[in-house]
């Protein structure tokens, strides 16, 4: 009897929390190993890459399945505060001034930029306190997890399953504010397929999933790391010119990268809150002083290179309008004096307005099964550890 008392109230010093992919089942046969890989290979056949799309106004959702099928899943139209935070953070990355950015004023001397580093200061204070309270840590992130989870609720509900894991895309964000979308990710019970070690945004990058979309700077054999690696090493980097015009804004960007994987840099972005489709007047002389804005944004952003890109990428829900493709071809041929009809060739409307979720889901199922292939080749060789 008191051995048996001894074993009930010693504790299990060994024991500790194992991720789920090393909880390996023992089968009465002991072929574990083999019982987990089928595990990992029914939940890959169940379980698609979802890729989401967050506009300035709404978000619209995209699958890509194992055997290779896309489906565009679910559009969710924001609330009017959805539609004011996303605005206002495109507006803020237009007329970002770096001297007030809390990140460089944590680099400069203690006894320079004091008001701004109290404001910093007090910001990160309060961020804490309203954390430890359990509360969200401001109030864009309270917005933004609401709305994460009602695109949560309408995927779940499309596909008849329970995710965990999207690949979220939108407009270029400053420090903070992918800072907020991290803490709303946490809140609302979800996590980026987009984890890398030393960076904490959840966030790709809308050229790269929009780059994706169109079939662009994707490995073949996404499954051979070595081959894609070699492959990547002997593409050239080329220049990207993305336009983006949706319901309540419109941006204009060049882009440098090499392929879809690799976070894009920004050679030059233009975003307006106002210059939106909504905010297209009915009448025409109005119309013709919208349209003449926009097209001189454009022309701002193409100066920047003496040359055409290497490509166009027209996106959003508006994005394939006529009156629209003719204000953009007017502007670069007064640029570079080169037709670009052919790169901005008509397409659908739901094309362009899916390309970047669509791109988003690819890169979430890549990132999704090269992950579990390489758990899958250590469970096979026998060298997880528990």
Excluded at 18 to 31: K, N, S, W
Excluded at 123 to 128: A, N
Excluded at 151 to 175: C, D, G, M, N, Q
Aim: glycine share 6%.
């Amino acid at each position: 009897m008191k051995f048996l008392s001894l074993l009930l109230i010693v504790p299990l010093v060994s024991a500790r929390v194992v991720r789920y992919l090393q909880q390996i089942p023992i089968t009465e046969e002991g072929d574990k190993h083999a019982a987990t890989i089928e595990e990992l290979e029914t939940r890959k056949a169940v379980v698609p890459g979802v890729g989401v799309h967050f506009t300035t106004s709404y978000a619209v959702a995209a699958a890509r399945h194992q055997n290779g099928t896309r489906r565009d899943l679910v559009r969710i139209d924001g609330d009017a505060y959805y539609t004011e935070l996303m605005s206002r953070w495109m507006d803020l990355y237009s007329s970002y001034e770096w001297w007030k950015d809390c990140d460089w004023i944590a680099t400069v001397p203690a006894n320079q930029f004091t008001p701004q580093r109290w404001r910093c200061n007090w910001q990160k204070v309060d961020r804490g306190m309203r954390s430890l309270l359990g509360l969200p840590a401001s109030r864009d992130v309270a917005v933004l997890s609401t709305f994460l989870s009602k695109v949560r609720s309408a995927i779940e509900t499309e596909l008849a399953i329970s995710i965990t894991h999207i690949a979220p895309t939108t407009f270029p964000l400053l420090p903070a504010q992918k800072k907020d979308f991290s803490d709303a990710f946490a809140l609302s019970g979800l996590t980026s397929t987009r984890t890398r070690p030393g960076d904490s945004s959840v966030i790709y990058p809308e050229a790269n999933t929009a780059y994706a979309g169109l079939g662009h700077g994707l490995c073949e054999e996404s499954t051979d790391h070595s081959s894609c690696s070699s492959s990547e090493k002997s593409i050239s980097r080329q220049h990207i010119f993305v336009l983006n015009l949706g319901n309540s804004s419109f941006s204009a960007s060049i882009y440098y990268l090499r392929t879809a994987y690799e976070d894009a840099r920004i050679s030059t972005h233009r975003s307006r809150s106002n210059l939106g489709w909504w905010d297209l007047p009915v009448f025409e002389v109005p119309r013709a002083s919208f349209w003449a804005e926009l097209r001189e944004l454009v022309v701002d952003v193409a100066s920047g290179m003496q040359y055409p890109p290497g490509r166009i990428v027209v996106m959003g829900e508006h994005g394939c309008e006529e009156e629209f493709k003719k204000v953009v071809e007017e502007a670069l041929w007064s640029v570079w004096e080169v037709d670009v009809g052919m790169l901005l060739k008509p397409g659908k409307a739901e094309d362009a307005d899916m390309l970047a979720a669509r791109g988003a889901a690819e890169l979430a199922w890549q990132h999704e099964y090269s992950s579990r292939g390489h758990v899958d080749s250590k469970m096979a060789a026998g060298n997880i550890e528990l």
